[in-house]
């Protein structure tokens, strides 16, 4: 990724009002829903309109002495403007929001689809608890908007706009004096309303801020608690947290001081026109009734305005939302496949070569991870690379699972170039131990059944033994139907560690990743495991990380990393004959008994 594209994703979007255009593409498939509650809008702003004439014909003939036998027919029309009122009110209720539902649901689901097939490098440069408040506060805004505002805003303008035509055809010299109010209205709703967008756009940035600060933390917690830092990350949660407060401060101060323009300018004007229809009321030129209609029709006019200057904050805001969710929909993975993808072979067998790889983590540009790499791993061989932390040992895991490409040179596996194929195709040959365990929120079965979701409970239960797991899963309250909790919270690490090699054995695939698969193991369970491991690897071309040499002394080689060159290879027995960085490490673990 380019540096002018991480600086990108970095910008805060603009909270123009076109990007509120993203949201079209998920309305646009509900056309009946939308035609229904446009239809039903309509309907109520109408009869809102109306409604101040019903009543002025009402005071004008309904009251007459001469008309008395009249005045239920007045009320009966009455109720009935009310009554289509309410109802088309309630079913644009009902679809407006079932619209702003079902839109926030698909753009959810689409973001999501969309993060999960995102390259790690996106995640390097973008915080997780930025993106999951993104998939979280920002489509709420967006509900808010599609379910509610956008509604309300169409109703008001309509009234606004109907209203103010009306008034000019029933009383122009009355009108004339609100039109002077208009202009003013309009030039504090626009000027306000720029001001408001950027003050909502750094108000929802530092509530992302509030959220990554606690995501950060929780997921922690251990480490917090070990350090007794609690007071140390309340402090500093409490600063985002008040940092966010008073940037939502700002933004409220020039809403309330736009509130009160509007109000101010409203009803002065409304003052302004009561008192000269009065002196027509008394001059004769205009009747009570026609005076009560003008007054509440211009009263439901000026809150249509009002109204207007509200929901034009919410669609700024709402803007900004969608802009934010916009950059992540339109987010691409720099890992996907090629425009014509080259099939694995089948069977696969193994054959792994890296070719003069080099590779600088897009965080770590100005230092190599991988420069000049090059190894063969023949089919069915087991290879074990060794060196000290920083030496490049996960990079080759990494690079071979393709979650990066190489800079220069390429990787191969029975000579196809792994950066010519299908992702998801290419991976589907290989089984992975991750170093730090990764346990769902799920029960024992299913986060074993992740390796392949087709397996049935035989399989399932087979792969447990192998990896030495039966005896505490049988133990367990539900046995395989346990619940682990968030992150596997309810096992021990060697537990989840063993649950994770349940789920590369139940993989059954040709290449075998392990990155420190036995490091959280105490002696007895590594031993289990280390058979079971043992067992799976024949046949299979299988790649090693190991810390602990103890456990690598039986591999077929060791490939010894040092600043992401190998340095030297052999077997145990030979790199200790040759001395160097092998025989240094080798030397101060067994010393040590590690």
Same mark, same amino acid.
């Given at each position: 990724m380019t540096d002018s594209a991480v600086r990108l994703e970095h910008e805060p979007p603009k909270g123009k009002l076109k990007n509120l255009n993203t949201l079209w593409s998920f309305v646009r498939p509900y056309k009946l829903q939308l035609v229904l509650a446009s239809f039903f809008l309509l309907v109520a702003a109408a009869t809102v309109l109306i409604v101040p004439t019903a009543l002025g014909d009402i005071v004008d003939k309904g009251f007459s002495a001469d008309n008395a036998q009249k005045v239920n027919d007045y009320f009966l029309v009455f109720v009935a403007i009310v009554a289509v009122?309410?109802?088309?009110?309630?079913?644009?209720?009902? $679809?407006? @929001?079932?619209?702003? /539902?079902?839109? +926030? #649901?698909?753009? !959810?689901?689409?973001?999501?689809?969309?993060?999960? *097939?995102?390259?790690?490098?996106?995640?390097?440069?973008?915080?997780?608890?930025?993106?999951?408040?993104?998939?979280?506060?920002?489509?709420?805004?967006?509900?808010?908007?599609?379910?509610?505002?956008?509604?309300?805003?169409?109703?008001?303008?309509?009234?606004?706009?109907?209203?103010?035509?009306?008034?000019?055809?029933?009383?122009?010299?009355?009108?004339?004096?609100?039109?002077?109010?208009?202009?003013?209205?309009?030039?504090?709703?626009?000027?306000?309303?720029?001001?408001?967008?950027?003050?909502?756009?750094?108000?929802?940035?530092?509530?992302?801020?509030?959220?990554?600060?606690?995501?950060?933390?929780?997921?922690?917690?251990?480490?917090?608690?070990?350090?007794?830092?609690?007071?140390?990350?309340?402090?500093? $949660?409490? @600063?985002?947290?008040? /940092?966010?407060? +008073? #940037?939502?401060? !700002?933004?409220?101060?020039?809403?309330?001081?736009? *509130?009160?323009?509007?109000?101010?300018?409203?009803?002065?004007?409304?003052?302004?026109?009561?008192?000269?229809?009065?002196?027509?009321?008394?001059?004769?030129?205009?009747?009570?009734?026609?005076?009560?209609?003008?007054?509440?029709?211009?009263?439901?006019?000026?809150?249509?305005?009002?109204?207007?200057?509200?929901?034009?904050?919410?669609?700024?805001?709402?803007?900004?939302?969608?802009?934010?969710?916009?950059?992540?929909?339109?987010?691409?993975?720099?890992?996907?496949?090629?425009?014509?993808?080259?099939?694995?072979?089948?069977?696969?067998?193994?054959?792994?070569?890296?070719?003069?790889?080099?590779?600088?983590?897009?965080?770590?540009?100005?230092?190599?991870?991988?420069?000049?790499?090059?190894?063969?791993?023949?089919?069915?061989?087991?290879?074990?690379?060794?060196?000290?932390?920083?030496?490049?040992?996960?990079t080759v895991l990494q690079l071979l699972l393709r979650f990066y490409d190489p800079e220069a040179g390429r990787i191969t596996i029975d000579g196809v170039d792994i950066a010519r194929t299908e992702p998801q195709a290419f991976r589907s040959h290989l089984a992975f131990v991750p170093q730090e365990t990764i346990i769902f929120a799920d029960t024992i079965a299913e986060n074993v059944r992740y390796g392949r979701l087709d397996a049935t409970d035989d399989d399932v239960k087979g792969a447990v033994e192998a990896a030495a797991a039966k005896e505490f899963i049988e133990r367990a309250p539900e046995g395989y139907d346990t619940f682990l909790g968030e992150r596997g919270s309810r096992l021990s690490g060697g537990q989840r560690q063993r649950i994770a090699i349940a789920r590369a054995i139940l993989r059954d695939a040709p290449v075998l990743l392990l990155d420190e698969a036995t490091s959280a193991l105490d002696a007895e369970s590594e031993q289990k495991v280390q058979e079971a491991l043992e067992h799976l690897m024949e046949g299979r071309t299988t790649l090693v990380i190991a810390h602990r040499l103890a456990t690598v002394k039986k591999v077929d080689r060791i490939v010894v990393l040092d600043e992401g060159r190998i340095v030297a290879e052999g077997t145990h027995d030979e790199l200790v004959a040759k001395g160097g960085l092998y025989k240094r490490l080798a030397d101060l673990q067994f010393a040590s008994g590690i």
């Open positions: 009122m309410a109802i088309a009110t309630a079913f644009r209720f009902y $679809f407006v @929001t079932w619209l702003g /539902e079902r839109v +926030v #649901a698909d753009i !959810r689901k689409a973001v999501y689809e969309r993060l999960i *097939t995102l390259s790690p490098e996106f995640f390097e440069v973008n915080r997780p608890g930025e993106i999951v408040s993104r998939l979280t506060a920002d489509t709420t805004l967006v509900q808010t908007i599609v379910g509610s505002s956008v509604s309300v805003w169409a109703r008001n303008f309509l009234i606004a706009v109907g209203g103010t035509i009306w008034l000019f055809v029933m009383s122009p010299k009355l009108m004339s004096y609100i039109v002077v109010v208009i202009p003013l209205l309009l030039g504090v709703i626009i000027y306000v309303g720029r001001k408001v967008r950027d003050l909502s756009r750094t108000s929802q940035d530092k509530v992302a801020d509030v959220g990554a600060r606690a995501n950060e933390s929780l997921s922690a917690l251990n480490i917090v608690q070990a350090f007794t830092q609690e007071k140390t990350e309340a402090k500093r $949660f409490g @600063t985002h947290v008040d /940092e966010a407060f +008073v #940037a939502a401060k !700002r933004r409220i101060t020039v809403r309330a001081a736009m *509130t009160f323009a509007m109000i101010f300018l409203i009803f002065g004007a409304i003052a302004l026109v009561l008192y000269e229809g009065a002196q027509d009321v008394i001059a004769g030129t205009m009747s009570g009734g026609e005076m009560l209609d003008f007054i509440m029709r211009a009263v439901f006019v000026a809150g249509a305005f009002g109204a207007l200057s509200e929901v034009y904050s919410e669609l700024q805001r709402a803007a900004g939302a969608a802009g934010r969710l916009a950059e992540l929909l339109a987010a691409e993975a720099t890992i996907k496949a090629p425009a014509n993808p080259t099939a694995m072979p089948d069977p696969v067998r193994g054959d792994i070569h890296f070719d003069n790889v080099t590779f600088h983590y897009p965080s770590k540009k100005d230092v190599p991870a991988l420069e000049g790499f090059n190894l063969r791993i023949k089919p069915g061989e087991t290879v074990a690379l060794v060196g000290p932390s920083g030496a490049g040992k996960s």
